[in-house]
Every structure is written in C-alpha cells, then in structure tokens.
C-alpha cells in the first residue's frame, strides 16, 4: 500500500482524518504527516513525527496514495497582507512537494463560502480558497494528478478545537460550563455531513472533481438539542434577529446520490462520537 500525506495534521480535520483512517487499518508507516505547530502525535502508543514547513523539501521520491491537504494560514486572516504572504508560500511548498514526488491523488478540503466569490459577495478567507482551489486544479491538470475537491458548509467531526468560535463547540462550552445551551437565532439553517463521510469518499474514485460535502440541512436549534441530549442540559432559546445570521445551505446533493442507500441524517449517535472523542482526545501533539 502506498503511503498517505496529511498535510496540515495537527488541524482539526487533519486529526480527524488520520483516526478515521487507522480505524480503518492503514499502519504507522503508512503516512506522512505535517505541522508547523507541534513536532511530534502520539495515537494509541505510536509516536508519529510531524514534519514542518522547512522540511518538506526533505520528502522527495515518495509514491503517495493521497495527499490530504488542510493547511491554510488562517490565523493571518485578519490582515491581508500577511494573509497573502503566508498563502503564496504554502502554495510553493505544495507545488514543489508535488514535484518531487509521485502523487496519485490529492484531496483538498475547501469551503461552500467560495460561491460567494461568483457573486462578488466574499470574505478574505473565501476569496482566498477559491485561489486556492484554482491552484490545485492547475496543478492537478498539469501533472495528472486524480483530484477531489470537496467544499465544506458545517461538519460534525471530532477533535475540534474548542476555543473556536463554531456552533457546535460554543454549545458544547456552554452545557459544560453552564449546565445549559443557549441558542440565538435558533431557525437559521445550516448543510451538515458527518466527516467520517467524507473521508470515507476520498478514498474513492470519482467522475467528478469538486462537490459539496452536504447530507443533511438542520437548524442550529436542532443542532444544539442534540448536544443538550448528549449533556442531559436544557436548551434555551433566545430568539434574535441578527443582521448578520444567514443559512448557509449546499445545493448539490453529490454525498446523498452516492451514498443513497443509508441514512445520512445527522443524529445523536454522530454526535455522541464527536463529542467523546473531542473531549477526550487522544491523539496528543508535542511542541
């Protein structure tokens, strides 16, 4: 078996990424995995290197199955300019990564905000995965790499970070914290797949590049009693129109065609093993 990259580990996606597939029996050497945060994964007594940006001019020769690729600097997303700097270096690290390398397929997580550059209505962060989106694809062509692009609207995942501001994890804040769930704008919608999923389909081969990584539209205040379920913590609404609350829903229904013959509903068992495996977190990343 060839080996898989999962460039941007130590990311919540990329940790989701590498239990998923050790679940699913690839071995330690089976990958190659990067960070510029941390040096060092331990999973279940294995003790995986992460390889930083300086290094990856070091992987060369390598027959890659997959590269996963998470990275993207958005902790520069408040300034532009270093945004770019950031942006523009990564993607010369993946070019040349690519280069020195056999890479059979690339999977790159991208973001249903991405729509709204054809609309001239985007943010930094969406305008800046569409370029990212159109470098790959290039490059893709140009080296006849297989390609999956899939555009991401709101996941149920483990390992989230939970200092980050996302419904899910403000929710499962609160129920731990408060011993309650407070939801604002409760009937906004949101397109939701479990991440499981779409990891599941990247190991696939598609007649398709770029799909959306939708099974499922709930409302956040769906969304937050399922987590109230799995706390045992009441949920209360406090009805507010904001502004700046809006759904953010997928039209393509790509996942639910391929994957017709299960439910793909997100329920309390998906979010159960989100959540325990979030909390408890055992994959530990060394500085």
């Not at 996606?13 to 960070?35: E, P, R, V």
């Not at 397929?105 to 729509?115: C, E, Q, R, T, W």
């Not at 639910?256 to 979010?271: G, H, P, S, T, V």
């Amino acid at each position: 078996m060839d080996r898989i990259l999962i460039h941007g580990t130590s990311s919540w996606l990329g940790k989701s990424t590498l239990d998923y597939l050790i679940s699913k029996d690839y071995s330690y050497d089976n990958f190659i995995l990067t960070s510029n945060k941390y040096t060092h994964l331990l999973h279940k007594e294995k003790k995986y290197k992460l390889y930083n940006s300086a290094e990856l001019k070091n992987i060369r020769n390598e027959d890659i199955d997959i590269l996963y690729f998470y990275s993207f600097p958005i902790n520069k997303i408040q300034n532009e300019a270093l945004l770019k700097r950031d942006f523009t270096k990564l993607m010369k690290e993946i070019e040349l990564l690519i280069t020195q390398n056999s890479i059979k397929k690339i999977f790159l997580a991208s973001s249903g905000s991405v729509y709204g550059v054809e609309a001239d209505k985007y943010s930094i962060y969406s305008k800046y995965k569409k370029t990212q989106e159109d470098t790959i694809m290039k490059v893709c062509e140009e080296h006849k790499i297989e390609l999956q692009i899939c555009r991401i609207f709101a996941v149920i995942a483990p390992f989230y970070d939970l200092s980050a501001n996302y419904a899910f994890t403000t929710f499962i804040k609160s129920a731990v914290e408060q011993k309650y769930i407070e939801v604002r704008n409760p009937n906004i919608m949101r397109s939701f797949v479990d991440f499981n999923d779409i990891v599941d389909i990247s190991l696939q081969k598609l007649e398709i590049e770029v799909y959306d990584a939708s099974t499922s539209n709930m409302t956040i205040a769906n969304l937050a009693n399922l987590v109230g379920q799995f706390f045992n913590v009441d949920v209360v609404v406090n009805q507010e129109n904001s502004p700046t609350a809006f759904d953010y829903l997928s039209k393509d229904d790509f996942i639910k065609n391929y994957l017709k013959n299960r439910n793909l509903d997100i329920n309390l068992e998906i979010i159960s093993k989100a959540i325990n495996k979030t909390i408890d977190n055992k994959l530990y990343l060394k500085k």
